[in-house]
């Protein structure tokens, strides 16, 4: 099978696994795999570092969607009969927006987008690049477009960071909780709430002592400028949750060959079926070739009898035939170990396919490599 | 400056995948071996470094590794019971206060409030924990969350004394801010790997923190290849027939990695102004005390 046997069909492609383990280019080979195929893809990425912007030689992205210049695909010697876009996802736009089209009136959003803790909350809680993300495949995919959006997710902990930080988020948002804690600060007026003073009752009075009051009263007027959303903010989040867990949507998981991650793989693996949610595909990156494929002598002395018939001299210190067979042995071991993973990783998701990408001999920063990338998910290299 | 070890606090970053753990270990290893008393604290979800030294996981207990050297995982309700109890004492008022579903749901909203309780942790071992009228610890090293996460993570105190400027957790917020900014308190570290995307990171990185007044630690470019072969052998090798062709791709490969260690060296020498440590490619897999021996040697110059 090739990946895109395995993914035929969807509409969506949620790149998800640990840091560091290439999930930016593996979204990016693959929204131009789906744009050489004549689809009009878009690749949404989730980064301050703007790795996506320096693998497609993009120097602004935004949350605006950019088309990647045919003249680059041209200078890679690629010729797409479809169109790959980029787009970054800006965190504080998305939630402004988001604010916008969810707020009763334009004062209501006004006062939420210019109350501080807002600013602050939005940026700074845990799962809100998640959310987002989520929220902005479901408002780009809901366009229609674009036939393929590939996300490349934050680098989360965990897949239930992932899937459930919009609940999260949602239950601050939550006014009835609101109500229960900071009910003692607020009284219920005809236009609604009203803000007291200082803080009453024994537990805001001793979560007081740990925050300061102050906190607590900013978190009381951002709630009633919040007043009435929650419910419309809860129903699209059901919505995007929805649109990801259906078969419209494919999730990918991405992993290197080393043990740490491949754990966190399967972790990952086992939280979306805890969700009802099959792994579409597994991607192998940087899985080291083993030299030994071409035969050939690999100890010291057939070494050295390699070299003599060859009519190379071995000289240097340490001698060129012991560097060539620690270097061969180091490699050796190294290929010895990751089919070791991989072959792990297969065992325990009996079922999903897998596809090994070699370590490659130079980083991927461009459409060249993002290509050769596409060539082994396709088993053409 | 002082040394790296002298201080009380080093923090290590950068992005995920480029070690951070294996380096904090080393640190650590190093620091204990001088005959300080050293804790390592590790933030994030799933702890590692007992492990390297073969150990079960120490849990949200501080657990002896080696001979002064100790590691604990800092966990946010733990650290938030342990917090709230030294600010409220009355075991009973926290319950009352801190443990119902609608207390649950204000410290969810409070800002960065499971970051803030383990800083808070990390920075009440690093300066205010005393054992026989000393502080208990010598070093602490934080082992600290992936680049983005990391620096929310370190800019807590200051997001949150935008917010709040008055009671107990904002007066220990200064103190932790304090003791951020200090270069002969704290020292912030930055590792990266001879690859493209982790050098963008750790230049952004290192930028941010700078911009933040985080005190200079060094960078470590983790996962380096010394060159082995001279370009007259390597093209011998990789044109030496069949019988080579194993020994020539694996010599080939080797050099390719060398010249992007070098590559890589050259770049952030240029755009990073922190000393730049080469800590070697390790060709082990499972991470023993022998492979993290070996890092504390590599980086003995920079501490």
Redesign the interface.
Known sequence: MNFADAVRGRKILCCVG????GK??TAAALALRAAMDGKRTLVLTID????LA?SLGLKEMGNEETRIEPSLFAQAGLHPRGEMWAMMLDLKHTWDDLVRRQARSAEQAKAILEN??YQ??ST???GSIEYMAMEKVYEVYNSGRFELVVLDT??T??ALDFLHAAD?IL??L?NN??R??LGPMLRAGKFGFKLLAAPSG??LR??????????LR??AGFMMAFEGMYEGFKERAGKVKALLTSREAAFVLVT?P????TQ?ALFFHQALHKDGIGTAAVIVNRVQRD????????NLPA?KE??Q??Q?KDT?SPL?SE???Q??N?????AD?DRR?VERLHQALRGVPLFSVPRL???V?DLAGLWQIDRYLSGED | MSGLLDRRLVVVTG????GKSTLSAAIALASARRGKKTLVCEV???E?VADFFGRPPSGTQIRELLPNLHSVHVRPREAMREY?LM??KYET?YK???E????R??L?????L??IVMLGKVWWHASREMERGRLRWDLVVLDAP???HGL?FLSVPE?FL?????????RDMRGMQSLLADPQRCGVCVVTLP????A??AI?LDRALRARNFPDGPLFLNGTFDS???PQ?LL??TR????????G??????E?RAQ?SAQYEGVLREAVPRPLTRVPYL????FGVQAIDRVAHAIEGAL
Do not use: W
């Open positions: 640990s840091g560091g383990v930016t280019t301050p570092a703007r790795r320096n501080q803790l602050t909350l700074a809680m845990a934050p680098p902990s965990n999260r239950d601050v939550d909780a609101m229960i804690v024994l537990v001793t979560l007081a002592r740990f925050t300061g009051s102050d906190f900013d978190l290197s080393n043990p740490h991650t966190e030299p030994r494929r071409h035969g050939g002598p690999d070494l390699a070299l018939l060859a190379i240097g060129l560097r060539l067979c270097t061969l180091e490699q050796a071991t190294l170990l993973e001999r130079k980083d920063h | 992005k995920g995948g480029t994030v979800a799933k590692r709230a600010t409220i008022l009352i206060a801190f119902n579903a609608a207390a749901y204000f969810a909203a409070a800002p960065s499971a970051e992936a680049t983005g929310t997001v935008r917010l709040v400027q008055e009671g107990p957790l904002a690859e493209e995307m982790p963008n990171e952004e082995r072969f001279s052998e011998q090798a030496g027939g069949p019988l080579l062709a194993a020994a791709e694996a010599a080939d490969n080797h390719a992007l060709f082990e897999r499972s």
